[in-house]
């Protein structure tokens, strides 16, 4: 079993910057991909980034050139360093991990977060 713990959210005002931290523990070894994903209301929740255990990134559209995702292999941490953040990037963001790339990418991971959320005003 894997335990991830998020933190860093809050309230920012268009245009500010957050970073969140999800603290993976536990069976880390059978970590290979790490991600974030956020849900609003009424809406599924959407892949934001994923980084892979080599360094491998992927990222929505809606998010290039504003969010950047790192990890500290060493810390078991993953971090989204979030820039330039938009009303629409309001939601609940949910740190994710699984063995394999493809299946966080596709929404399945095994293991997520509790969640943090985050609210951008106008």
């Known amino acids: 079993q894997v335990q991830l713990v998020e933190s860093g959210g809050g309230l920012v005002q268009a245009g500010g910057s957050l970073r969140l931290s999800c603290a993976a523990s536990g069976s880390i070894f059978s970590i290979n991909a790490m991600g974030w994903y956020r849900q609003v209301p009424g809406k599924q929740r959407e892949l934001v980034a994923a980084?892979?255990?080599?360094?491998?990134?992927n990222y929505a559209d809606s998010v290039k050139g504003r969010f950047t995702i790192s990890r500290d292999n060493a810390k078991n941490t993953v971090y989204l360093q979030m820039n330039s953040l938009k009303p629409e990037d309001t939601g609940v963001y949910y740190c994710?991990?699984?063995?394999?790339?493809?299946?966080?990418?596709?929404?399945?991971?095994?293991?997520w977060g509790q969640g943090t959320q985050v609210t951008v005003s106008p």
């Open positions: 994710a991990a699984d063995g394999r790339e493809q299946t966080l990418l596709n929404g399945r991971s095994e293991y």
């Open positions: 980084i892979t255990s080599g360094g491998s990134t």
